[in-house]
T-cell receptor
Framework: AQSVTQPDIHITVSEGASLELRCNYSYGATPYLFWYVQSPGQGLQLLLKYFSGDTLVQGIKGFEAEFKRSQSSFNLRKPSVHWSDAAEYFCAVGAGDYKLSFGAGTTVTVRA | DAGVIQSPRHEVTEMGQEVTLRCKPISGHNSLFWYRQTMMRGLELLIYFNNNVPIDDSGMPEDRFSAKMPNASFSTLKIQPSEPRDSAVYFC???????????FGPGTRLLVL
């Protein structure tokens, strides 16, 4: 079965600074990879996904993620963070069936 | 597109009462998922429907929980009787045919006193 690790529980970043959230997965074949964002009191919104092809994926809100098979990673990045990016971010991995395994989440705090 | 719709958004009830959560998936989607989110356990899949048929209910905590999908546009998750440990955020999500991406609703925040 697949699994996901998000090593950072909480990250604080200054507005305008860059952000990188780490995600490591465990799965034997090529996984389906997702990043979701959850703002306080809200549901999960899909930021981006990787199924195949170009390993650098562009998403909404200026986010991108890079799939690195050799490192079993799918890290999320944003060059310049806005205060509205304060939220919880979830990485998820799927095996092509219906199940998604979610990481524990990383909470991002943005300071002025 | 209205997205996945869940109701109610908030529910406060007393222990022992019946609770019914509702979900309307995105039109045209044929898979539906119920999740529970807590601080301790994160996001847990409770049950998965495909074409209105329950495929995997291994995540349903116990017999107090039941879920139905009478048609392609409506599903319910019922807790009877409710207990304080059921307090959580319950999410519904749906996927299109032959699609892998799950689209989540806003969730129902349940508090059982």
């Amino acid at each position: 079965a697949q699994s996901v690790t998000q090593p950072d529980i909480h990250i604080t970043v200054s507005e305008g600074a860059s952000l990188e959230l780490r995600c490591n997965y465990s799965y034997g074949a090529t996984p389906y990879l997702f990043w979701y964002v959850q703002s306080p009191g809200q549901g999960l919104q899909l930021l981006l996904k990787y199924f195949s092809g170009d390993t650098l994926v562009q998403g909404i809100k200026g986010f991108e993620a890079e799939f690195k098979r050799s490192q079993s990673s799918f890290n999320l990045r944003k060059p310049s963070v806005h205060w509205s990016d304060a939220a919880e971010y979830f990485c998820a991995v799927g095996a092509g069936d219906y199940k998604l395994s979610f990481g524990a989440g990383t909470t991002v705090t943005v300071r002025a | 597109d209205a997205g996945v719709i869940q109701s109610p958004r908030h529910e406060v009830t007393e222990m022992g009462q019946e609770v019914t959560l509702r979900c309307k998936p995105i039109s045209g989607h044929n898979s539906l998922f119920w999740y529970r989110q807590t601080m301790m356990r994160g996001l847990e899949l409770l049950i998965y429907f495909n074409n209105n048929v329950p495929i995997d209910d291994s995540g349903m905590p116990e017999d107090r929980f039941s879920a139905k999908m009478p048609n392609a546009s409506f599903s319910t998750l019922k807790i009877q009787p409710s207990e304080p440990r059921d307090s959580a955020v319950y999410f519904c999500a749906s996927t299109p045919p032959e699609g892998e991406t799950q689209y989540f609703g806003p969730g129902t925040r349940l508090l059982v006193l």
